[in-house]
């Protein structure tokens, strides 16, 4: 089995929907299943097909946060240091076309989320940054075709 890296931030929200789905969506799912049972006819009853759905789903991402968890390579990013990008990083850069200033911190897949400025160590982003150092320029190919960037500093927080 592969390890899943992620960063301390990323392990305690998995945990915190591990937990929220245990204790509070399951017994709420548990229960709507008991009140529409109540009404008769499970054959033609809307709700008790519903609320199964819910449960199965339900039941379904559970497994999924517990493999994960399980899987996960805690990194804790405020003990690495340097000036070279590696998993945690947070790179800021400038794009060589349109001069325009980006930060990114590269994190696991799991906690990705580029509109909050963290992409997987995964992404094509993050796979042309790693290795390199302030001052270089990388070549990422994306679905919008290929950008150019200047790393302009590198930091862990």
Do not use: C, W
């Not at 899987?71 to 794009?95: C, N, P, Q």
């Not at 990114?104 to 990705?112: F, H, K, P």
């Amino acid at each position: 089995m592969d390890k899943v890296p992620m960063t301390a931030a990323g392990h305690l929200a998995l945990e915190d929907e591990l937990k929220r789905r245990q204790q509070i969506e399951r017994p709420r799912i548990i229960q709507a299943i008991a009140e529409a049972r109540s009404h008769g006819d499970l054959s033609e009853n809307a709700e008790y097909h519903s609320a199964k759905e819910a449960q199965s789903l339900n039941e379904g991402r559970i497994a999924e946060l517990e493999d994960k968890l399980s899987r996960s390579e805690v990194i804790d990013v405020s003990k690495l240091s340097g000036a070279t990008v590696m998993f945690g990083a947070t790179v800021t850069l400038i794009d060589e076309d349109t001069e325009a200033e980006k930060t990114y911190q590269i994190v696991g897949e799991t906690e990705a989320d580029v509109k909050s400025g963290r992409v997987s160590i995964t992404s094509p982003t993050a796979r042309a940054l790693i290795g390199k150092k302030v001052g270089d320029t990388v070549e990422v190919t994306t679905p919008g075709g290929g950008k150019s960037y200047e790393i302009l500093k590198v930091t862990f927080q």
